[in-house]
Each structure stands twice: as structure tokens, then as C-alpha cells.
């Protein structure tokens, strides 16, 4: 081998190599960032700083002629830590939105390190095993038949419009033997409609829009007290559309709503769904969980009989974002996105049996996500996961036990999963009630003491913890509701 010239020479510290000094020099960046992020982490929920503040943060020069030297480089990152939310904090329980495992953190150390691309097998082949191997595994617990196969995705949003792509084009090829990514949509598809809860995720009308079907096709279906699809109004909006001669592309279950976390009933949908010739996917993003629960798991009966299965890590499997599965009952499904190209996956390969997950996937290059998956599963254990996931829910019926005890309180439905939503009640009847709740919740975010959720429900505003860190303590949870107490008081004095 040729030796290097100077000016390589100059710039081989700046690459993760197999050289003795790009070994060193990586090994000090990962060690003294860790140590880094370690001090810098805020002790609140958020350092309560507004969106001008945190401008002016960032005044200097992007990209100056000289590099910064270390030490300001160090400094600048720690601005960013200390003003981030910290998800790992008790009083941060607004989203699905997990503290990480530390050895999920430790797997994107090697993601990023390897810096494999997932879109062919030369560029990825261990990694392309696991990912295939992981799978697998996660149809089996879903229950989905041996012919199963699934890819890994940004989150819900992506798996939701994978089970919504393939669901019309599947309906194209069965009635019109039409071949949507040849010729694109044809008039029938004007026909198509969607049919989903009134509380299913927002995914399905944007799924809807960017497929060229428009958000009117998105059927919403009433639900019962519980936010469960009412499957009694769905057999009536299944038999207007057969009388108005328009088609049911597809029935969505969710398993989990962001809100309340309900499911739907997964094994009658999955009948009438199939008595209706319409794709059954299922958005268990958030319910998910379940599948690994000791008490839950029957709560999500059925799902085995789904056509496509959305599942997202980064909620109650504590992955760092983005880290999801699209998983598909039938793998020759995935034909419906297939292309190919020379330079990644040329059919000769695919005749001698080389995978390649481009053709599974809406994405071309993609991380090796499924790294960071199988090595927490495998670190954790299946009863420890297990505990992990059962005790969010436990904390949120504890939660909800205590907001009864409260006269100053008013629960909206007791937790089906892990989310609790209530309102504070003023004292005095003639203030708004939700102005004093929007600005408990503005006042516990601007002044960093704690990050909870918000949302409607009934047409009144609302409060809602999500509760994701199960090393939060009853006592925790009890020390926020005394603070949303004694800020509710506060906003009513203010509000006189």
C-alpha cells in the first residue's frame, strides 16, 4: 500500500478507523461526551426557558473558516443538554415519550459507530440477519402465521401508512387485477374508505392524504364510554357504504389510544373486517407493550388475526427514538413496494437467495435499528420486560386512585393502560375551568418544575400524565398532583 500524503494524513483522526490513533481518539470523544451529558442533564423536568431564550442560544456562526476549539465545542453541547426535557425526570410525564435504557444508549454507540446502511446486503450483512431474525420473532409473539415477515420504521406514523398503502393496493390487485405502482390510481379508489375510531391517531387521515385517497375516505367511528370503537355503529356505517356502492379498504383497530390507551375489541373487528373483504391493520404503537405483559397480554386477543401490525419501541420498550416494527400477516404483501435496482438488489442476486430489505421497506438507506431492540431484550429478559411494563400501569391506577380522593379533582375514565387524564376542579364555579387548567399546565412547564400532557376530552380541557418510567415512586406522583393543587389555587387567586 502506497504511503499516506500529508494532507491525508491531516485528517485521519476525524474518522472512526481501524488505526490505533482513531481507536484512541474515539474512545476519549464517546467517554468524555458521556461524562458530558451526565453533568449537564438538567435536575428539573425543563429549564423553563421560552422559544426566544433559547434563540438566542445559538447566535454565533455555524460554520466558521476555523474550527471551534474543544472546550467551546464542549460548552455549546452543554447549552443543548441542559435546556432539553429531561424524559427520565418523575415529574416529565406528558407524551409517550421514554427515558432510554442504558443499554439501548450503548447499542447507539455501535449503530453510529458501524454506521451500517440497511437498503442492501453489502452493506449490511450481520446486520441484515438480525434485523430479519428479530422479526421473526416478533411476528411469533404477535402470532402471526409462519408466512409472516415485517421491517423496522421511524414509528407509527410510517408503519401506519405502510398498513394503509398496501390495504388499497391490495384492494386494486383482488377486484381490478390493478397495478397501482405501474399505473397509478384509478377511479375506484375515489370509492375506497377507511374505517377507524373516533379516537384512533391523526396517522390515519394523514396515511389518507399522502395516498391519494384525501382525508374525507376516513370513516370515524363513534366509540362506547370506554373509547372503544362501538362495533354496533360500525356495522351500520359497513352497510351505508355497501348501499351507497363504496368499498371498505381498510378497518383499523387501535390497540392503545395516545389518550386513554383503550383497545379496541381486536377479535370482533377482526371478523367483521373479513366478512367486509377489508384489510384489518392494527395500531398497537403504544399497546404493543401488551404482547410482553405477565398480567395484560389477553387484552389484545385477536391482533393475531390482523393483515399488518404497527408497534413502536420508543414507548414502553424504552428505545431511544426512532425505533419501530411494521409487522405484515403475509410476507408476499410486501410485493406491492417492491423495486429494484442495480446497484443495491439486482434480481440475480435475489434468484441465489441474497436478502435484501430495501425491497420491505418505504426507505432506502436506514439505520440498523434492531440492534439496539435485541440487545435491551436480550439484557432485560422477558420477565423483567414484563415487570417493567406492568408496573406503568399499576403506577397509573394508583394515580387515578389518588385524583379520586381529591375533591379538587375530577378523573375523566379510569386508566385502561398507562395514561391518566383528569381535570382540576376551581373552587370558585364562576371562573373557567379550562383557562385555570391550560394555565396550571403553561405554569408547571414555564417554570421547569414539571412537563404533563393536555388534551380534550368531552369538550373540556383537560390534564394527563403518561406514565412511563417505572422507577417513579407513588410518593412521586403524589408530590405532582400536590403541585397542580397549589398552582390550581394560585391561577384561581390570579384569575379574580
Known amino acids: 500500500m502506497p504511503p499516506k500524503s500529508q494532507e491525508a494524513l491531516l485528517f485521519e483522526s476525524e474518522f472512526f478507523s481501524s488505526s490505533a490513533k482513531s481507536r484512541r481518539n474515539y474512545e476519549r470523544i464517546i467517554s468524555r461526551t458521556a461524562r458530558l451529558v451526565a453533568a449537564s442533564l438538567p435536575h428539573s423536568p425543563y429549564s423553563g426557558l421560552p ?32 435546556d432539553s426535557i ?41 446486520a441484515t440477519i438480525l434485523e430479519q431474525r428479530l422479526m421473526q420473532f416478533l411476528c411469533r409473539n404477535v402470532g402471526l402465521p409462519s408466512a409472516g415477515s415485517g421491517t423496522m420504521t421511524a414509528g407509527g406514523s410510517q408503519s401506519n401508512y405502510m398498513g394503509l398503502l398496501l390495504a388499497r393496493d391490495s384492494l386494486l390487485r383482488r377486484r381490478w387485477n390493478w397495478n397501482t405502482q405501474k399505473s397509478g390510481l384509478p377511479t375506484q379508489a375515489r370509492k375506497f374508505r377507511v374505517l377507524c375510531s373516533a379516537v384512533s391517531h391523526f396517522t390515519v387521515e394523514k396515511s389518507a392524504a399522502q395516498l391519494g385517497l384525501g382525508t374525507d375516505s376516513v370513516m370515524r ?52 373486517a373479513h366478512d367486509n373483504d377489508a384489510w384489518f391493520h392494527v395500531d398497537a404503537a403504544y399497546g404493543g407493550a401488551l404482547l410482553f405483559s405477565s398480567r395484560h397480554r389477553n387484552r389484545l386477543a385477536g391482533i ?20 419501530g416494527a411494521f409487522l405484515l400477516r403475509f410476507a408476499r404483501d410486501f410485493d406491492y413496494i417492491k423495486m429494484h435496482a442495480d446497484y443495491l438488489n439486482p434480481e440475480t442476486l435475489e434468484e441465489e437467495g441474497v436478502p435484501n430489505l430495501v425491497t420491505t421497506s418505504l426507505l432506502t438507506s436506514r439505520r440498523f435499528d434492531a440492534l439496539k ?32 380522593k381529591e375533591a379538587r379533582f375530577e378523573l375523566m375514565s379510569d386508566p385502561q393502560f398507562s395514561t391518566v387524564v383528569f381535570r382540576y376542579l376551581p373552587l370558585n364555579l364562576h371562573l373557567n375551568a379550562d383557562r385555570i387548567n391550560f394555565e396550571i399546565r403553561k405554569r408547571l412547564f414555564e417554570t421547569g418544575q414539571a412537563v404533563i400532557g393536555h ?19 407513588e410518593a412521586q406522583m403524589k408530590e405532582l398532583l400536590a403541585m397542580i393543587v397549589d398552582h390550581g389555587a394560585k391561577c384561581e387567586k390570579k384569575a379574580k
Request: aromatic fraction near 6%; hydrophobic fraction near 45%.
Open 51 to 82: 422559544p426566544a431564550k433559547l434563540a438566542a442560544r445559538f447566535d454565533e456562526k455555524i460554520l466558521r473558516k476555523e474550527p471551534l476549539p474543544p472546550a467551546r465545542l464542549a460548552a455549546n453541547l452543554r447549552k443543548v443538554i441542559a
Open 86 to 126: 429531561n424524559v427520565s425526570h418523575p415529574r416529565t410525564a406528558a407524551h409517550l415519550h421514554c427515558p432510554p435504557l442504558l443499554t439501548a444508549l450503548a447499542a447507539e454507540v455501535v449503530i453510529t459507530a458501524l454506521n451500517q446502511s440497511m437498503d442492501s446486503f453489502d452493506q449490511a450483512p450481520i
Open 221 to 272: 367511528i363513534p366509540v362506547d364510554s370506554q373509547f372503544q370503537m362501538d362495533l354496533d355503529a360500525l356495522r351500520r356505517a359497513l352497510q351505508w357504504l355497501k348501499k351507497e356502492d363504496l368499498f371498505p379498504m381498510a378497518i383499523v383497530g387501535t390497540a392503545g389510544t395516545t389518550d386513554f390507551g383503550s383497545i379496541d375489541p381486536l377479535e370482533e373487528l377482526a371478523d367483521i
Open 304 to 323: 393475531d388475526q390482523a393483515d399488518s401490525v404497527t408497534v413502536d419501541f420508543h414507548k414502553l420498550f424504552w428505545q431511544p427514538i426512532s425505533c
Open 373 to 404: 431492540l435485541w440487545l435491551s431484550l436480550q439484557s432485560l429478559g422477558r420477565k423483567k420486560l414484563a415487570a417493567m411494563i406492568d408496573r406503568t400501569i399499576a403506577l397509573a391506577q394508583h394515580t387515578a386512585r389518588a385524583i379520586k
Open 455 to 473: 388534551t380534550r376530552v368531552h369538550g373540556y380541557q383537560c390534564l394527563k400524565f403518561t406514565c412511563m418510567n417505572p422507577v417513579t415512586s
